[in-house]
């Protein structure tokens, strides 16, 4: 939802379009599976591991649920306000860098949006602007254009690119990346790691759960983490932003 006042830069955007229902099953069955082999016994786990685990699946739920229903973002000739799942966050005119549309990756499975907008400070650090984005606006493109037109009327003086915050950005979007890719490969050596649990549980081998389906995969990330991030940093991907 937009609105302007006479100044031009008075607008809201919230949630005013429900996801559709069928993209909700596939993260429903997921979840329903994982709390069930949650609460199985198994041979190997420690007795905390149950309850951790359930908790940790409860916060994931509840926070995903703020995210939904609270989020959204305030648009005034003093700057932008964004609320969060729980925290409500501003930046004056004079902090902010840019506002961008970036391709966030998004598509029809994970009912996430594909061109979510950002706001940039001048340190290169981005924040996601709740609800501007191609599933609640019928074009993101033209309303980011016009905001910071209209914010540029009320003395927005960053418009201009920087090298040097440039140069902030394309570091922190490889470091993103690079810890992106890293989620990924904990996620290939955890699936390896359960299937030399079952092949040792088959031929009566001593399994520690734990170790290889927590441990061994938490490791993998962190170490996978730190080399790609600073890999990446020094080989700056290009964003894949919407030029105007």
């Known amino acids: 939802m937009t609105s302007m006042d006479e100044g031009g830069l008075v607008r809201e ?6 996801r559709p229902g069928q993209v909700l099953i596939l993260p429903v069955i997921l979840l329903g599976n994982a709390v069930l082999q949650t609460v199985r016994p198994h041979d190997g786990m420690p007795g905390w591991w149950a309850p951790t685990a359930l908790g940790l699946l409860l916060a994931a739920c509840v926070w995903r649920a ?4 609270r989020a959204r973002t305030w648009v005034t000739a003093e700057g932008i306000t964004r609320q969060g ?3 409500l966050r501003s930046w004056a005119w004079s902090d902010i860098y840019d506002i961008r549309l970036e391709h966030g990756g998004g598509d029809a499975v994970n ?10 400070d001048h340190e290169g650090r981005r924040f996601r602007i709740p609800h501007l984005d191609e599933m609640q606006l019928d074009d993101p493109y033209a309303e980011v254009a016009a905001l910071r037109h209209a914010a540029w009327q009320h003395g927005w003086s960053s418009w201009e690119q920087r090298p040097e915050v ?9 470091q993103r990346k690079g810890w992106r890719w890293a989620s ?3 996620v290939i050596v955890l699936a390896a790691m359960a299937v030399v649990a079952v092949a040792e549980a088959a031929v009566g081998t001593p399994v520690d759960l734990l170790l290889q389906l927590v ?6 990330f962190a170490v996978l983490g730190i080399a790609l991030s600073t890999y990446w940093a020094t080989h700056h991907p ?5 030029p105007w």
Do not use: C, D, M, T
């Not at 955007?13 to 429900?18: E, G, L």
């Open 215 to 220: 441990g061994v995969p938490l490791a993998a």
């Open 66 to 69: 703020l995210l939904e229903w």
């Open 111 to 120: 009912a996430a949006p594909r061109w979510p907008a950002y706001v940039y």
């Open 85 to 87: 799942p729980v925290r």
């Open 184 to 186: 990924i490969g904990a």
């Open 166 to 174: 440039e140069e902030r950005i394309l570091r922190r979007a490889g």
């Open 13 to 18: 955007y919230r949630k005013r379009r429900r």
């Open 238 to 242: 290009r964003p894949q932003n919407r």
